[in-house]
């Protein structure tokens, strides 16, 4: 007979086994679309009032200004009272790798082992999961997925926000590889024993980056071009790392840690980007110097040393736009509440952040740290229909998205939560 908790645990695994999306999924753009009478935001330019914009095929093909005819067939959207910016980009999650957190089989973000950098997070992504379609109803259409766990999990990917697989909605299924780089001191009140053994195990770790990146570069070495050599897909997943098509991202946070990993990266000729960046402003000069992007996990948490100013955290976008770094901004918010990225930005601007800053932090900023802002992060001709329609500024709370575009396929901007909200109006006689 089966106890009470195999019964649970049969229950919860039910309940996973139901946990999936939906919605159906866009189909490809066929009709010309020019979403008209409008207030564009190109985020790489100025403001255009009552303007339009036509893309076709997926991209864009003209914006302008005012009136104008338009041919026969070409789909209208009255834009009249709202607003059009390019989709929003969430640069460091696990949407797509986890569900429920408290079900291990519906969290896929970490491997086995310490060093899987053959690891790509694009094939683990569930395109049926319950969390895409909340987000994105958000104005949140591009999302980066990032491995966690270990020392070097694997490497992050790129994704649109629809698709029926995963290599439907990989833009960049290897968008660059993940190190988590150990702390550089242990934490405060422990024991001398045990801080000198955290000590040495931090060295061990770093070593083991040393050694992983060393053993990579020697296998590419050895087979060069030769086809015939055996092919260990381990090592092969530093290829375009050490040639700087990807860069690695660094999980770093305090100034010791953020000036190793980018030492490193000086020697080992890689590009790096920061992720965490909590003393980032401090490595300014060498963040520039380097030309290594930040991407800001989360402002939505207490200072990090006891004599810091309350709103230390909060004007960590500030101090790195003032300081000349690129940089782009995450949620830091928990996976299923990873619509909350606008307000994250919102949040700056209320500590001192132009909110021209805030929305190129969550857009063009973005684009540029992961090296596709020639195809988002923009509202321009020959980029990627990637959008959204807003009825008033999208980090105020209130705000809807009305429409959403990604590659010129429209949206449907039903979720879980929208159709619970219908049934319970229905129940209480709001309809």
């Known amino acids: 007979m089966l106890d009470l908790r195999s019964i649970s645990m049969l229950l919860v695994l039910a309940a996973v086994a139901t946990a999936q999306d939906l919605t159906p999924k866009a189909k490809p753009q066929t009709q010309s679309i020019a979403i008209i009478h409008t207030t564009i935001h190109p985020v790489s330019s100025q403001t255009i009032a009552d303007g339009y914009v036509l893309f076709e095929k997926g991209k864009i093909i003209e914006i302008g ?65 319950t969390l895409l379609p909340v987000t994105r109803s958000n104005g949140i259409l591009t999302f980066a997925s990032f491995p966690r766990g270990g020392t070097i999990p694997g490497r992050a990917s790129l994704m649109r926000m629809d698709g029926w697989t995963w290599e439907d909605m990989a833009i960049r299924a290897d968008a660059g590889m993940v190190v988590n780089w150990p702390a550089a001191r242990p934490p405060r009140r422990r024991r001398p024993r045990r801080a000198a053994a955290a000590e040495t195990n931090r060295d061990k770790t770093i070593q083991r980056i040393k050694d992983a990146f060393e053993k990579a570069r020697a296998y590419l070495k050895w087979r060069g071009d030769d086809a015939t050599r055996p092919v260990d897909l381990r090592w092969e997943g530093f290829r375009k790392v050490f040639t700087r098509e990807r860069p690695v991202y660094f999980i770093a946070n305090s100034y010791e840690q953020i000036t190793e990993a980018l030492v490193f990266a000086g020697e080992h000729k890689v590009r790096a980007v920061i992720v965490g960046g909590h003393d980032a402003p401090l490595c300014a000069a060498m963040l520039r110097n380097m030309n290594a992007g930040v991407i800001v996990e989360n402002i939505h948490r207490f200072p990090k040393r006891s004599d810091s100013d309350f709103d230390e955290v909060y004007k960590l976008p500030l101090r790195l736009e003032n300081a000349g770094v690129t940089w782009c901004l995450a949620s830091g918010d928990r996976t299923a509440n990873e619509r909350n990225l606008p307000y994250a930005a919102a949040r700056a601007v209320a500590y001192g952040l132009s909110r021209d800053a805030a929305i190129r932090a969550i857009t063009l900023n973005a684009a540029r740290v992961f090296g596709v802002d020639k195809e988002l992060g923009s509202i321009d001709k020959g980029k990627r229909a990637t959008l959204i329609v807003t009825d008033g500024d999208p980090l105020e709370v209130p705000t809807h998205v009305r429409h959403a575009f990604i590659d010129g396929r429209e949206i449907d901007l039903s979720n879980k939560q929208t159709v619970l909200y219908e049934k319970y109006k229905a129940k209480y006689g709001k309809n």
Do not use: C
């Open 65 to 129: 200004q005012g009136r104008k005819q338009w041919q026969e067939g070409v789909r209208l959207v009255d834009g009249e009272k709202m607003h059009v910016y390019p989709g929003f980009i969430s640069s460091y999650t696990q949407l797509g790798l986890t569900e429920i957190g408290a079900v291990r089989a519906s969290r896929d973000f970490n491997e086995v082992g310490a060093i899987t950098p053959e690891v790509r997070a694009a094939v683990a992504v569930n395109p049926d999961s």
